[in-house]
C-alpha cells in the first residue's frame, strides 16, 4: 500500500514499528554480532523492508515492537496476542500523536493499529480509510469459536471488537480484499458506498508457469502457516483418509501448533521458511494445491500457485475464491473433510485434467501482478479525492 501510494508521489509518510534501514542505527549493530546470531536476525530483518521504498518516507517506532520482542522471549510466548495487542495500542496513541504535526489531507490506517490515529485524523477533518486485511469482525470472531474455542482469550477478543468496531466507525472508506471480505461487511451493516475491493497482485516473473514433470508421484501443496485456522487438521485428516497409493502431502510454512502435526506422523513432508525463488518450484512440482482455510481474506499463495500453472483447491471462506472456478480448481464448505477428501481424489484420478486447469490457471491470473495492485489503488486514492473535491464544491 505504501508503495503504491509513493509511486504517484501520494506518500506524506509511512509510520511502522519496524523498517529494515541497513546504514542506519539501530540496525548497524547487527554486522558486529556473533554470525550465528546475525543471520537470522539478518532474515529477520529483510522481511520488513520492501525495494523501492524511499527510506526518507519511512518513520518507524522499532523501539515500542523491541520492547515487545523482549517481553515475548523473556515470558516463553505465553502472552504473545496479548502482547502483540499492546504494540498495536502503543503504536498507534505514538502515530495519533504524530498526526497533530503531519495534519494530512487523507489518513489510510491498518486493522487493529489506528483506531486513536484515526479518530485525530478525522477530529482534524482528513479523510479517512481502513487498510482491511482480514474480514468484519463479528464473522472472523464468530468462525474463531467454532474451530478454535477452548483457546480463545475471550478478555483479549472482546479488546479487538471494541477497537474494531471503532475504526470501522470511523472510516469514511474501506478498502477490503475480496468479495469474502466485502460481503463480510454488507452482512454487517457497513454501507456498500464506503467499500472499495482491491485484490493482491502477485510477482509473476518469480511465480511463473513450468510444465510439470512427469514423475509418477502426485504431489499436493499447502503453504502457509500450520495451525487450526488455516485448516491444516482437514488437510491432513482427508489426505489419511483418500489413501492414495504413491502420493505426498507436502505442507510449507511455520508450525504453530505440534499436537496437531503429531496425531499425523509419517504422513507428509515439512518443510520450513522457503525463498520465493525455491517456493515457485514447489509450486511448478505440485499437481494441486490446497487452501482449506477457515478464514482468510484474500490468500496470496492461491495467486502464486495459479501463477506457477498449478490448480487449486480453496475453501469457500477463502478470499482468492474469487479467482476460482471450474476450469482453474474447485471450491469446497469449509472444514468439510469428505467435500475436500473427494476434491482430492478427483484430481488423483483425472491426472490427465489437471494439466488442462493448470494452463487455464496460469493464464487467469497472468495480469494480476503488484503493478496491477499499484495502479488500482491509486486510481482507488485518485476517485475518493475528486469525489470529496466534488463535495467541496
Known amino acids: 500500500m505504501a508503495l503504491a501510494l509513493a509511486r504517484e508521489n501520494y506518500l506524506q509518510r509511512f509510520i511502522t514499528s519496524l523498517w529494515y534501514k541497513p546504514n542506519r542505527l539501530p540496525y548497524r549493530l547487527t554486522k558486529a554480532l556473533p554470525e550465528s546470531v546475525a543471520r537470522p536476525a539478518e532474515s529477520f530483518l529483510q522481511r520488513r523492508y520492501v525495494d523501492g521504498l524511499e527510506p526518507n518516507l519511512v518513520e518507524q517506532r522499532w523501539c515500542i515492537e523491541a520492547q515487545r520482542l523482549v517481553a515475548d522471549v523473556s515470558t516463553r510466548g505465553h502472552y504473545k496476542d496479548r502482547l502483540l495487542l499492546w504494540h498495536k495500542e502503543r503504536h498507534d496513541a505514538a502515530v495519533a500523536q504524530r498526526l497533530r504535526k503531519l495534519r494530512p489531507d487523507i489518513f489510510i490506517g491498518y486493522e487493529i493499529s489506528c483506531r486513536d490515529s ?76 464506503r467499500i472499495r475491493t482491491i485484490n493482491l497482485g502477485a510477482d509473476t516473473s518469480v511465480f511463473s508457469y513450468a510444465p510439470k514433470a512427469e514423475n509418477g508421484k502426485f504431489v499436493i501443496l499447502f503453504v502457509g502457516a500450520l495451525g487450526r485456522h488455516k485448516g491444516v487438521h482437514i488437510l491432513l485428516e482427508a489426505f489419511k483418509r483418500a489413501g492414495l497409493p504413491n502420493a505426498e502431502l507436502v505442507l510449507v510454512g511455520p508450525q504453530f501448533d505440534n499436537e496437531l502435526l503429531r496425531n499425523y506422523d509419517g504422513l507428509f513432508t515439512h518443510r520450513n521458511y522457503m525463498p520465493h525463488s525455491q517456493l515457485a518450484e514447489q509450486y511448478q512440482k505440485a499437481d494441486v494445491f490446497v487452501l482449506p482455510s477457515f478464514l482468510d481474506s484474500w490468500g496470496m499463495v492461491v495467486n502464486e500457485a495459479m501463477a506457477c500453472g498449478t490448480p487449486v483447491i480453496v475453501s469457500e471462506n477463502v478470499g482468492s475464491k474469487d479467482l476460482v472456478d471450474c476450469n482453474t480448481g474447485f471450491v469446497f464448505p469449509a472444514g468439510d473433510v469428505e467435500a475436500l477428501e473427494q476434491r482430492i481424489t478427483h484430481c488423483y484420478v483425472n491426472r490427465a485434467e489437471l494439466s488442462r486447469m493448470g494452463a487455464n490457471a496460469h493464464r487467469s491470473v497472468t495480469k494480476m501482478t503488484w503493478d496491477s495492485y499499484y495502479k488500482s489503488v491509486s486510481e482507488t486514492i485518485e476517485n475518493i479525492w475528486a469525489r470529496q473535491q466534488r463535495r467541496v464544491a
Open 118 to 193: 484515526m479518530a485525530e485524523a478525522k477530529r482534524q477533518g482528513a479523510i479517512t480509510i481502513l487498510d482491511l486485511a482480514g474480514l468484519h469482525y463479528r464473522f472472523s470472531h464468530g468462525l474463531q469459536r467454532k474451530f478454535d474455542h477452548e483457546k480463545l482469550d475471550q478478555i483479549l477478543l472482546q479488546k479487538l471488537a471494541d477497537r474494531k468496531e471503532a475504526e470501522l466507525r470511523d472510516s469514511d472508506y474501506i478498502f477490503c480484499l475480496s468479495t469474502l471480505a466485502r460481503d463480510s461487511l454488507t452482512n454487517n451493516g457497513i454501507a456498500p458506498e
